[in-house]
């Protein structure tokens, strides 16, 4: 799956009252299932711009031998480091830390690690200053855009 295809198209379906713009490479292919990569990248886009107070970047990076990172950054209020672990619980909402009721179950993060874990990868909150940074890190194909080599798919057959 090319990584910035999701992102891109997610991107157009993006509302948002802050800015959202992508950076990074123009070919970043990942191992793994379109629809799930979507949900990860449509989640963390929309946390970001409820949060943004007038920007969200989303940035897509490809290192050879060191696979691909998903930023997505916004410019918010952040969460403390104490709590960016407990985000990733099930129900879990940080609303006042946030600085707004967005009204969601917090669930968006939880299901993000949890379909990261299911491509061979992980997600990690850090401070953006201001704001909040989401990082994922998914391993790399080394598929051409035909898909043809399976050499890195992750072991769970994901």
Not at 23 to 37: E, N, R, S
Not at 74 to 90: C, K, L, N, Q, T
């Amino acid at each position: 799956v090319d990584l910035i295809e999701v992102v891109d198209g997610t991107l157009a379906r993006t509302v948002s009252t802050a800015s959202v713009r992508r950076t990074g490479d123009d070919h970043a292919v990942v191992w793994g299932d379109a629809d799930a990569l979507t949900r990860v990248v449509a989640n963390l886009v929309d946390n970001a711009a409820v949060h943004a107070r007038t920007e969200v970047t989303v940035d897509v990076h490809a290192a050879p031998g060191d696979g691909v990172t998903l930023t997505v950054a916004d410019d918010g209020p952040g969460i403390p480091a104490a709590a960016r672990d407990s985000v990733f619980e099930r129900f879990t909402r940080l609303d006042e830390a946030r600085g707004r009721d967005a009204g969601g179950t917090g669930l968006g993060l939880p299901i993000v690690r949890e379909l990261v874990r299911a491509h061979g990868g992980e997600v990690r909150l850090e401070d953006n200053a201001p704001g909040v940074r989401a990082v994922v890190r998914l391993p790399a194909s080394t598929a051409d855009t035909a898909g043809r080599d399976e050499s890195r798919r992750p072991q769970d057959g994901g």
